[in-house]
Each structure stands twice: as structure tokens, then as C-alpha cells.
């Protein structure tokens, strides 16, 4: 079992910065990959990132590439989102999530944290 909880989301400019992290409990943390997902009102939760187990392998929506960073710390059991150049069609609520399989398919996650919102203004 684990237990994911988002925090670092808020308001922010066009063009600013926010580094999102996830805490996770239990100490099977680092055997599981993690996602990152965002839902915009009235759409789909949909995949940003994804970083492997080792932090070796790491998966970007296209729309993020180049502006986000996910890392992993398992000493920690911490996942983060670095996120830079925010634009507004960013804002959503972010979600962290737990698989033993990962991807970029919210089907291949067991274990999802409440979300941290995420607000860009122009």
C-alpha cells in the first residue's frame, strides 16, 4: 500500500516556475515508477511525465518537453515536477501516481495522490 500527497502547486504568471513535489509512504516507494497526470476542467486526466523505478528512464507528454523535469529521490520516497515556462493552457490539478508498471495510461498505476492545483494566468 502507499500513500501519495502533492503539495507545491499555487498561482503563478506566464512564463514562471513551480516545482511540485510528491511524498510517499511505505518503504516500497522504490519499486514502483512514477506518473505525474493533470486534469483541466472538463477533460480528461491526462499524462505529463513518468520516471522508472531507478530514475534511469524518464517519458514526457510532448506538449511539456523541454519545460518539465521529473525526478525522483528514493531516500526520500519524494517525486517531483520541476515545471518552467508555464503557460496557461498548463493550469489543471496535478496528480501524482504509483505502478508497478507505469506509462503513460493511467491504467498502469495502482496508487494515486488528491492532486495539487495548478493555476497560470496571463
Known amino acids: 500500500q502507499v500513500q501519495l500527497v502533492e503539495s507545491g502547486g499555487g498561482l503563478v504568471q506566464a512564463g514562471g516556475s513551480l516545482r511540485l513535489s510528491c511524498a510517499a509512504s511505505?518503504?516500497?516507494?522504490?519499486?514502483?515508477?512514477m506518473g505525474w497526470f493533470r486534469q483541466a476542467p472538463g477533460k480528461e486526466r491526462g499524462f505529463v511525465a513518468s520516471i522508472s523505478w531507478s530514475g534511469a528512464m524518464t517519458y514526457y507528454t510532448d506538449s511539456v518537453k523541454g519545460r518539465f523535469t521529473i525526478s525522483r529521490d528514493n531516500a526520500k520516497n519524494t517525486v517531483y515536477l520541476r515545471m518552467n515556462s508555464l503557460i496557461p493552457e498548463d493550469t489543471a490539478l496535478y496528480y501524482c501516481?504509483?505502478?508497478?508498471?507505469?506509462?503513460?495510461?493511467?491504467?498502469?498505476?495502482?496508487?494515486w495522490g488528491q492532486g495539487t492545483q495548478v493555476t497560470v494566468s496571463s
Open positions: 501516481a504509483a505502478g508497478f508498471i507505469g506509462s503513460t495510461d493511467t491504467r498502469g498505476y495502482s496508487y
Open positions: 511505505g518503504r516500497t516507494f522504490r519499486n514502483y515508477a
